[in-house]
């Protein structure tokens, strides 16, 4: 359920993005050495095997919405630490660590803009922030980012990146997978369209709550996606798990991802669902509502 | 009979034991007094032991073989009950149980996850860990309560949902999402009540609703004690520590404001009167399903959607 990595490494120092610093990089999937700016232009990914190496909010802001068009919203957003937790370091560390090494806030970002002309929310999770884990500033935002949609009745968008709920928020981070659900029922019985994109990784409980909801769910290629961790179902089942487990492939084999998407098609392929899925207008959204209250009488 | 005694249950077991020896003496001897001296002293010795039970105890409390888990209750607090099978489109998971009842003249849809009380009946139940169809059996039988405007009553008692090879394939995430969107609108009150271990989503993917109410020694959170120690704290023996960490109690919860009540248990425990326990249980449950049954649907739903968007805690900086 929370976030599996299980070294204080990786607990702290996740980087958004898995590639070294430098004018050269090299593909820590097939070896290939490419130029920094040609990775940039080929959209973080890699122009042999294409592995999409993770990025952070900005890169995707970058790359979906319209130059200039995202107007973020709910920045001042902060996590406390309600139940002053502590483990081997107090809570409040984390967080002070977590912002001075990514210049974020939490481990979401939302906001309003266009993709190619047309108005959308997104919300957009950052792996780097304590691992994209969900405490009560990712539940409350994406909350949030679902209300502004269902208000002004423009599509939500979701990308999402997340090692689970935030343990140090405990029964509060578990319950933000309730909160958000409800915001997404409230979205849905206005009929409003909601898309996923699932990055990597998605496990957990966002993808227990929010990242297996959306209307129609694509996934960037590789990505692992799951609601336990690989390691968690290792020691559980004594096993040695299949090649490809849990990766967006897998995923789409199984039935719970409409289609994979890779990064630099991402953009023109949600323009294109916000025009095959339109809103519908709200005189139809209440002439539903008509049609709810008969059948019950 | 052995017997499954946990290590600050000790004490009281060694004088009820001492107690159980006179009495089996008291025809040839004339002991009574002295028995019921006895008997008071344990008495005592019981209530000061679970006055201070540490976060830990709780947890191991709750999660003591012979608790008496969700078919116990059924069978306790039903006048009937027949359990309804399978999910219509996998199979049948026997981690969660769940089925048409009547307790007191209100008639209801049940649902509870399931523990076994040893090794077989664990082996068969898959240790209380549900698979994707069990969460799926629950929103088929949730949407039937909703169909005939049946109240839901769910019992929690899971050390989380299986993270297994299969539940993977077969969606466990997407049941559980599911079921948290479907119930964040079900059309019916929902009651949900911790009785045993309340560990994650495998938890909260049958525990949404109008109240939640938490059995005195249960715990609620998002993950057990011994994982987030070995996240935290890399290693499995800070479970102690974890617990206090966690806040899990239903003391706790009820702290926080996400639980609305909690049941008193006998003091000794459930697993030590499990009948006073489930008329706890049903005392409790009753009042609040009369309650929200009462309710217009508007409003039923919109204070629960109310319920949860105000769970959340946060500041804001400049
Ligand atoms: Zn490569």
Known sequence: ?297 | MAKYVLEFERPIFELEEKIAEMRSMSDQLDIGDEIEVLEQKVERLRVSVYEQLTRWQRVQLARHPDRPYTLDYIALICDDFIELHGDRAYGDDKAIVGGLARIDGIELVLIGQQKGHDTKENLERNFGMPNPEGYRKALRLMKLAEKFSLPVLTLIDTQGAYPGIEAEERGQAEAIARNLLEMARLRTPIVNVVIGEGASGGALGIGMGDRLLMMENSWYSVIAPESCSNILWRSWDYKEQAAEALRLTARDLLEMGIADGIIPEPVGGAHRFPAQAAEALKGSVLPAIRELMGLPLEMLIERRHERYASIGVWTTAG
């Open chain 1, 1 to 297: 359920m929370a976030w599996f990595n299980r070294t204080k490494q990786n607990i702290e120092d996740q980087q958004s993005r898995d590639m070294p610093d430098g004018l050269w990089t090299k593909c820590s999937n097939c070896g290939e050495i490419t130029y920094k700016k040609q990775l940039e232009e080929n959209f973080y990914t890699c122009p042999k095997c294409n592995k999409h190496f993770r990025i952070g909010s900005n890169q995707y802001i970058d790359l979906l919405m319209d130059e200039g068009s995202f107007h973020e919203e709910a920045t001042d957003l902060v996590s406390t630490d309600p139940l002053h937790f502590v483990d081997e370091k107090p809570y409040t560390a984390r967080i002070a660590k977590g912002m001075r090494d990514t210049g974020l806030r939490d481990a979401i970002r939302i906001g309003t803009g266009t993709i190619e002309g047309l108005e959308c929310t997104l919300a957009v999770m950052d792996f780097s922030f304590i691992g994209g884990s969900m405490g009560s500033v990712v539940g409350e935002k994406f909350s949030r980012a679902a209300d502004i949609s269902r208000q002004r009745r423009i599509p939500l968008v979701a990308i999402t990146a997340s090692g689970g709920a935030r343990m140090m928020e405990a029964a509060i981070s578990l319950m933000q997978m309730a909160k958000t659900s409800v915001r997404l029922a409230q979205l849905a019985e206005a009929r409003v369209p909601y898309f996923v994109v699932l990055t990597d990784p998605t496990t957990g409980g966002v993808t227990a709550s929010f990242a297996m909801l959306g209307d129609v769910t694509l996934a960037e290629p590789n990505a692992l996606i799951g609601f336990a961790g690989p390691r968690v179902i290792e020691q559980m089942t004594k096993k040695k798990l299949p090649e490809g487990f849990q990766r967006s492939e897998f995923q789409l084999k199984h039935g719970f991802v409409d289609h994979i998407v890779h990064r630099k098609d991402l953009r023109r392929t949600l323009s294109r669902l916000f025009t095959l899925l339109p809103v519908p207008a709200k005189s139809q959204e209440i002439a539903s509502n008509g049609l709810h209250a008969r059948a019950e009488a």
